[in-house]
T-cell receptor, first 117, second 112 residues
Framework: AQKVTQAQTEISVVEKEDVTLDCVYE???????LFWYKQPPSGELVFLIR??????QNEISGRYSWNFQKSTSSFNFTITASQVVDSAVYFC??????????????FGKGTKLTVNP | NAGVTQTPKFRILKIGQSMTLQCTQD?????MYWYRQDPGMGLKLIYY???????DKGEVPNGYNVSRSTTEDFPLRLELAAPSQTSVYFC???????????FGPGTRLLVL
């Protein structure tokens, strides 16, 4: 069965610090997709990144970067030079490739990041 | 671009009442989903639909019903509200399975 573990329940940092949010997943499929979503205090879910299981290249988008390692089943998210606006709950999620009607996104429990000024 | 819209934003129900949570998307997505989010937890899938007329159960379907008569709309029905259904409900859509799901703003439901 699919499972996503975000072991860090809450993290608190001071502005401008770098912070890494961990995500470990379990799946029996060879084809799958990994996602990160941000949920700010206002409550909406904001898509950050989607990565398929065949692409292990790290990705950087501004201050955000993602490290995907199939060998350790991890898809970690790093925020460089954190800002107060980064304060949110971050969710990692896993979706197996479409195979006849078993579509679902399995979410981790989320990591609450607080960036203090 | 409206994306995924949900109504109402907030509702208080009494035990045993029924209601329908509305969800509409204007992105011509085939797949639509309903999730619930309980405090301190991730999202859990209630029901999903891969196209008009086709729906299937997710992880936590008990106490809910859905229908999908059009591509755009995917309403979620609570027939006999229970306190355990107090939660935030999110609707999402994607072009197809495995693609990025885009979420609505959520409906906060309180059952007393």
């Amino acid at each position: 069965a699919q499972k996503v573990t975000q072991a860090q329940t809450e993290i608190s940092v001071v502005e401008k610090e770098d912070v890494t949010l961990d995500c470990v997943y379990e799946t029996r499929d060879t084809t799958y997709y990994l996602f990160w979503y941000k949920q700010p205090p206002s409550g909406e879910l904001v898509f950050l990144i989607r990565r398929n299981s065949f692409d292990e290249q790290n990705e950087i988008s501004g201050r955000y970067s993602w490290n995907f390692q199939k060998s350790t089943s991890s898809f970690n998210f790093t925020i460089t030079a954190s800002q107060v606006v980064d304060s949110a709950v971050y969710f990692c999620a896993l979706s197996e490739a479409p195979q006849g009607g078993s579509e679902k996104l399995v979410f981790g429990k989320g990591t609450k990041l607080t960036v203090n000024p | 671009n409206a994306g995924v819209t949900q109504t109402p934003k907030f509702r208080i129900l009494k035990i045993g009442q029924s209601m329908t949570l509305q969800c509409t998307q204007d992105m011509n997505h085939n797949y639509m989903y309903w999730y619930r989010q309980d405090p301190g937890m991730g999202l859990k899938l209630i029901y999903y639909s891969v196209g008009a007329g086709i729906t299937d159960k997710g992880e936590v379907p008990n106490g809910y019903n859905v229908s999908r008569s059009t591509t755009e709309d995917f309403p979620l029905r609570l027939e006999l509200a229970a306190p355990s259904q107090t939660s935030v409900y999110f609707c999402a859509s994607s072009y197809q399975g495995g693609e990025t799901q885009y979420f609505g703003p959520g409906t906060r439901l309180l059952v007393l």
